[in-house]
Nanobody
Framework: QTQLVESGGGLVQAGGSLRLSCAASGRTFSNYVMGWFRQAPGKEREFVACISRNSGSTDYAEFTKGRFTISRDDAKNTVYLQLNSLKPEDTAVYYC??????????????????WGQGTQVTVSS
């Protein structure tokens, strides 16, 4: 059983930055496609970014527009999400997830097998 624990969320002013981390238990981290999703109050969960098993490929939601960067360190069993130029509309609970999909990338929540508990990001105007 893989467990995911996010950290790094918090309160930041608009234009600021945060770095989210997601630490995974187990020895199969490198076998997973890793992704980040977010859910704002009253809204559905939405895809943010994902990274392939060998870090060779990444994919981002359009709203990130170069502001967010996903990366992974398989030696540390950790995936990161760098959030820059934050906007109030980025306020949400951010979740990391692990997918054993046969595909290189995974942008749908249904493709993910394991989820973290989430970390709150609040951006003030």
């Amino acid at each position: 059983q893989t467990q995911l624990v996010e950290s790094g969320g918090g309160l930041v002013q608009a234009g600021g930055s945060l770095r989210l981390s997601c630490a995974a238990s187990g020895r199969t981290f490198s076998n997973y496609v890793m992704g980040w999703f977010r859910q704002a109050p009253g809204k559905e969960r939405e895809f943010v970014a994902c990274i392939s098993r060998n870090s060779g490929s990444t994919d981002y939601a359009e709203f990130t527009k170069g502001r967010f960067t996903i990366s992974r360190d398989d030696a540390k069993n950790t995936v990161y999400l760098q959030l820059n130029s934050l906007k109030p509309e980025d306020t949400a609970v951010y979740y990391c997830a692990a997918s054993s999909t046969v595909y290189i990338m995974a942008t749908r929540g249904s493709q993910y097998n394991y989820w973290g508990q989430g970390t709150q990001v609040t951006v003030s105007s």
